[in-house]
């Protein structure tokens, strides 16, 4: 259903829906399917149930293109906040941040300093920050901005995500194996033009797998980040063919989403890392992963609808 899909990635950039949905009845329960809970805590507090069942995390703050300078200031301070907890728990997690909730969009030198607060920081705790890849209007910005991070700053704890629907994502992969740098590659999010994305499920699917098997051969602990049975299965076969040791990297999968799956890759030994997002600032999250899989809708309208005062009042006030 692809224009379905795009109708509802386009809702999750309207900021009146996003304020309507957060204050709806039911609004927490419905985003708690995805979310971890609104706090630092709540994301420590899923990190060691995951941790406990041997997958490892990646924690997101989340948001996204703030305009203020003292939103991006307080999202870079969350940040610090997030690398203290996962260190004084122990965590076996590292941080993905988004760089327009960074302030990206406001100034690039003052960007820059926050993400540098947070890749100092994480860097004397030898963590890993991963850059998220937001839409295609923010991928050569993003990886320039990596660039100078890795090639003028000499920052070595950072990394980056390519969307296999992009065309240019093995070019960039090619550069992200060349410096050693670690890729997270998904097949991407956003609604993207036909001149700098593949519109066809088969043409994304079929560059994730030729992208993955770069990354398995030239590249350094790649993330396969996808819930997609047939990607994970072409994955463990380039594994299997090459003879790529399953600690050579990870698949990684959204908070909430296929725990089967999940269970499965760690039974029979993968790495596996989990995204976990917390905050209040979920609307457009919650709405991209409506727009994969609009058979969600339809859980999130049954929890508003148990918790919401219609509900209360058809059941004559019994609850
Ligand atoms: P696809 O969408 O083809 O779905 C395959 C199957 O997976 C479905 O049939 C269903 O079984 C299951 N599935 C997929 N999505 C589901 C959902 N929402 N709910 C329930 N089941 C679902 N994107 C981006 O643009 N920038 C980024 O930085 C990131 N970061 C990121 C990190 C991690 C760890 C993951 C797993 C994904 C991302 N993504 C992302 C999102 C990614 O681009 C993509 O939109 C989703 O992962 C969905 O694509 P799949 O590969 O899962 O397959």
């Given at each position: 259903m692809p224009m379905f899909r795009d109708v509802l990635v386009h809702l999750s950039e309207s900021g009146t829906l996003r304020r309507v949905a957060t204050h709806a009845p039911g609004a927490r329960t419905m985003a708690r399917r995805f979310v971890a809970g609104e706090t630092v805590e709540d994301g420590v507090a899923a990190a060691r149930e995951l941790n406990a069942a041997g997958i490892r995390v990646t924690l997101d703050n989340l948001g996204e293109s703030v305009d203020t300078r003292d939103e991006a200031r307080a999202a870079a301070d969350t940040y610090l906040a997030m690398i203290r907890r996962i260190v004084e728990e122990k965590l076996d997690a590292n941080v993905s941040l988004k760089l327009t909730q960074m302030g990206q969009d406001i100034d690039a030198a003052f960007m820059r300093d926050n993400v540098g607060r947070v890749l100092d920081l994480a860097r004397e705790h030898d963590m890993f920050v991963r850059l998220d890849m937001e839409s295609s209007a923010y991928t050569q910005r993003t990886l320039d901005f990596f660039r100078t991070l890795w090639d003028?700053?000499?920052?070595?704890n950072v990394g980056i995500v390519l969307q296999?629907?992009?065309?240019r994502t093995a070019d960039d992969a090619r550069m992200a194996n060349e410096r050693g740098a670690r890729v997270r590659l998904c097949k991407g999010a956003y609604v993207e033009p036909p001149e700098v994305a593949f519109q066809e499920k088969s043409r994304v699917d079929e560059n994730f797998v030729a992208v993955t098997r770069m990354l398995l051969e030239?590249?350094?602990?790649p993330g396969i980040a996808t819930h997609d049975p047939a990607m994970i299965e072409a994955t463990k076969r380039i594994a299997h063919e090459q003879g790529i040791?399953?600690?050579?990297f990870e698949f990684q999968m959204l908070y909430g989403i296929r725990r089967d799956l999940q269970a499965e890759l760690v039974r029979e030994g993968w790495g596996l890392r989990v995204y976990v997002p917390f905050g209040d600032a979920w609307y457009p999250y919650l709405m991209r992963r409506m727009a994969e899989r609009p058979a969600n809708l339809f859980f999130i309208v049954n929890a508003v609808l148990r918790e919401s005062p219609l509900r209360f009042l058809m059941s004559n006030g019994k609850r």
């Open positions: 003028s700053e000499g920052y070595r296999s629907y992009l065309k030239e590249g350094t602990f040791s399953k600690d050579a």
